[in-house]
């Protein structure tokens, strides 16, 4: 977020959209689940349609003020709740019968975009990167976790082949001093994939001076 840009201006711009509504057919009307509100970009294109209901979800706290607004917009059409979609079955009635139950996964350029949460590389403050309604910070993560659980995250949910390496330096550096920001750690997993990229290419170069 640079300095001009204040949270009311955060805005996340809805990805598929089209595919998303030529799938639901919103144009007939009905009652629709949208798991993963964030900025209300997909439930307020369902709501443009008349005849439309949507029940949302988001776990974000800084989420309820978009949805206020588009209520205002499309009065008594849109009901929120501010909680986990694993927990639909309790917040949504059996008899409600809806049409879709959408979920886009992942973060939204409102989280990913306010600097304090620390979800950008380049934040500068407390590495907190919650999504809302943890239970941990990711503080808490890099500076408890032990070796093999870290790895194991890095390598399952980051998908990245040199987690053993990155969870080592992680181990490391926080032996000297707590990891307290993004960009440290953004920095420390830089320099492990450096330092380990060099080391392969220097035994590869090995390698192939041996065959040459
Ligand atoms: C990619 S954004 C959705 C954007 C939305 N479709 C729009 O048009 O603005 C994903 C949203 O899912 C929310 N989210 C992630 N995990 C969730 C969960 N387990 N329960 C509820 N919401 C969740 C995030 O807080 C985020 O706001």
Do not use: W
């Not at 409600?96 to 989280?111: R, V």
């Amino acid at each position: 977020m640079n300095a001009t840009m204040s949270l009311d201006n955060l805005k996340h711009y809805p990805v598929m959209l089209d595919q998303i509504l030529s799938i639901i057919s919103p144009q007939h009307g009905g009652t629709f689940i949208d798991c993963t509100f964030g900025g209300g970009g997909y439930s307020r294109a369902i709501l443009k349609y008349p005849g439309t209901k949507v029940l949302a979800i988001d776990r974000d706290k800084t989420i309820k003020k978009y949805a206020e607004k588009l209520s205002e917009e499309f009065p008594n059409r849109l009901n929120f709740y501010r909680n986990k979609f694993s927990s639909l079955g309790q917040l949504i009635n059996s008899k409600e019968n809806p049409k879709a139950i959408i979920f886009d996964l992942g973060i939204s350029s409102i989280q990913l975009n306010d600097n304090q949460r620390s979800f950008s590389f380049n934040s500068k403050n407390d590495l907190s990167m919650e999504m809302g309604l943890n239970k941990y910070t990711a503080y808490d993560v890099v500076n408890n976790y032990d070796k093999k659980y870290l790895s194991k995250i890095i390598k399952i949910l980051g998908e990245e082949k040199d987690s053993k390496k990155i969870a080592n330096a992680i181990i490391k550096y926080r032996e000297k001093k707590p990891i307290e920001t993004s960009d440290q750690l953004a920095n420390i997993i830089k320099n492990a994939k450096k330092n380990y990229n060099s080391y392969k290419k220097n035994q590869l170069q090995m390698i192939f001076h041996l065959f040459l």
